[in-house]
């Protein structure tokens, strides 16, 4: 099997969440990078970044479902209970803890 990087996360709860995504798609994943996280403040900020990894038969379908869900975290919305503007990636309302629903 043939890998290749089709994403850096910022950080590993990012590349975690991603890596359920993908592999609920039936695409197998690779995290690479968890292993430095340790080093913080000792290395620069982009080279603790966590890479995820698929085969490269995957990739398109890899690449697709991580730009969707990178142009769904710029898309903001309104709760509907209080009308707190919340960041695409959120599910839930930050100020009241509604769950998201889409007027």
């Not at 970044?49 to 990178?70: F, G, P, S």
Request: net charge negative; proline share 2%.
């Amino acid at each position: 099997m043939s890998w290749v990087q089709v994403y850096s996360a910022s950080n590993s709860l990012e590349a975690h969440s991603l890596k359920g995504m993908l592999e609920s798609m039936g695409i197998e994943v690779v995290l690479k990078g968890e292993s430095l996280s340790s080093a913080t403040g000792e290395l620069p900020s982009d080279a603790i970044a966590v890479t995820i990894w698929v085969d490269t038969m995957r990739e398109q379908k890899a690449r697709q479902a991580l730009h969707d869900y990178e142009a769904q975290a710029e898309k903001v919305w309104f709760c509907h209970a209080c009308d707190e503007e919340n960041g695409g990636s959120f599910e839930i309302c930050w100020q009241c803890g509604s769950p998201r629903n889409e007027r």
